[in-house]
DNA sequence: CACCAGGCAAGTA
DNA sequence: TACTTGCATGGT
């Protein structure tokens, strides 16, 4: 089979339609959201930005003014809240000193360029930078997750112990360099990966994408 | 009750 | 470099 990464994604459009991501209503949000989603379930996350936003503190310079300890009463809902909250501070700096608090200054940034920034604050990792930058900035980078690997492993796609750049360089490699495919790609993976690949309860013989490729035959 | 979710950094060897 | 641990709420 000629490109497996490519066939995937059109067997999961077909499946599951749009997914229309990332779910938030200004890019501030998405980013802020990014870093909450870390290691936590989405329907914590969305507490918590709706504790946020209950008191219109969801603006960079409003929550950068924001205490460390009144931000993480705020946004308990998503765990971790100390260290969250020292990270969301983290990032609301870089904003504020390189940019003015400003996305729109920010997004002019050349994507590599900006990713390296990203990645030099502390509490931003490689998929929270990606996430920021595909979802919020609308660049043309792809998102590795915890799904991602366990599925294309799943399939013998990759090892098990797949780093992150080489994973995001198969998908990367293997698709229309297209930010629009990236986005709906990645957002598919997870739709795919919390019904039919959860660690606890996965339904292999249901999954969308075929049980075929990763059957082992005996003898 | 146990398990774990759209990670990351710091400590250790 | 590679492996381990802390961080924490809330849904299933």
């Known amino acids: 089979m000629k490109n497996k990464i490519f066939l995937i994604y059109k067997k999961l459009y077909r499946h599951f339609g749009p997914q229309h991501w990332w779910p938030g209503d200004t890019r501030f949000e ?34 950068y003014k924001l205490s460390s300890k009144r931000l993480a009463s705020l946004i308990k809902p998503a ?54 930058l595909l979802y919020a900035l609308d660049k043309k980078i792809f998102v590795i997750d915890a799904y991602t690997k366990r ?27 297209r930010r629009d495919i990236f986005n709906e790609y ?7 990966g919390k019904e039919f690949c959860l660690k606890n309860k996965p339904r292999c013989e249901e999954c969308p994408i075929g049980k075929e490729q990763f059957t082992v035959h005996s003898s």
């Not at 998405?30 to 219109?56: D, P, R």
């Not at 100390?82 to 983290?90: M, Q, T």
Request: cysteine-free; glycine content about 6%.
């Open 30 to 63: 998405v980013m802020i959201g990014a870093i909450l989603t870390q290691n936590t379930s989405w329907l914590n996350v969305e507490k918590a930005i709706a504790s946020l936003k209950k008191h219109k503190l969801l603006k960079p310079h409003k929550l």
């Open 79 to 132: 765990g971790y809240y100390n260290i969250k909250a020292k990270r969301l501070k983290n990032f609301l700096r870089f904003l504020s000193v390189n940019y003015e608090g400003k996305i729109g200054k920010m997004s002019k940034e050349e994507t590599q360029a900006l990713r390296s920034r990203l990645l030099a604050v502390n509490g931003i990792g490689r998929e929270t930078a990606d996430s920021i």
């Open 186 to 192: 990645h957002a598919l993976l997870v739709r795919l």
């Open 151 to 177: 599925i294309l492993a799943r399939h013998k796609l990759i090892s098990e112990d797949a780093g992150y750049d080489e994973v995001q360089n198969l998908f990367m490699r293997h698709l229309p360099s």
